[in-house]
């Protein structure tokens, strides 16, 4: 008996992860607007993970409970939105759309350099310095985690509802078939 089991390249898996969550997420209960609200949320909030420095995941469930949105699919959109590696590629461009925004240079206190030395002693004066600095990033990407969510809304609740009717219209060709056998039977 040969059971080797097939290598996959990176991108492979990529792919076959990306498919894989997608096809959960087009699968989960809750209907259309409550899957595209948790997916949205979850897609949206993963563009702030590097700006607050994975702070944001204390809000992560509270938001998606408030907004009565499905927590699985806000997970979904959360990997998504991980495997697309969007928030580091728009990274560079979120300090420039902050400064856009909000052209005052922020200076809070001391600014001392960014030492995980310095952390991992229990220094968090280091943390909150690095989070002031970066309040232009942070008010990128929330812009574009807003736009993304909302354009990631539209999007899942379409393909939501069109997996709903080829999901019914595939049962409805399976009933038939049967119907149809049963009848010849009978004949």
């Known amino acids: 008996m040969n059971t080797k089991q097939r290598r996959y390249n990176m991108f492979q898996r990529l ?4 498919k894989l969550n997608f096809m959960k997420l087009l699968r989960s209960p809750g209907g259309a607007k409550k899957v595209a609200l948790g ?3 979850g897609f949206g909030l993963e563009m702030l993970v590097i700006s607050t420095a ?11 409970r408030i907004a009565k949105g499905s927590l699985p699919a806000s997970i979904i959109g959360n990997v998504i939105g ?22 005052i240079k922020v200076r809070i206190g001391h600014h001392n350099p960014f030492s995980f030395q ?16 970066s309040i232009h990033t942070l008010i990128g990407m929330s812009i574009f985690g807003i ?9 899942i609740h379409y393909f939501y509802e069109k997996e709903l009717t080829n999901r019914k219209k595939r049962r409805r060709q ?12 009978y004949i």
Do not use: C, Q, W
């Not at 736009?147 to 999007?155: A, K, T």
């Open 54 to 64: 994975s702070l944001i995941y204390i809000l992560f469930i509270p938001a998606v």
């Open 15 to 18: 792919g076959r992860a990306f």
């Open 147 to 155: 736009v993304l969510g909302v354009i990631s809304y539209f999007i």
């Open 39 to 41: 997916f949205a949320i």
């Open 82 to 103: 991980k495997l697309t590696l969007l928030p580091v590629i728009l990274l560079p461009f979120a300090g420039k759309l902050g400064k856009l925004f909000f052209p």
């Open 174 to 185: 399976k009933h038939e078939i049967r119907l149809n056998s049963i009848n010849k039977n």
């Open 118 to 133: 310095k952390l991992m002693h229990g220094d968090f004066t280091v943390l909150v310095g690095f989070l002031h600095g």
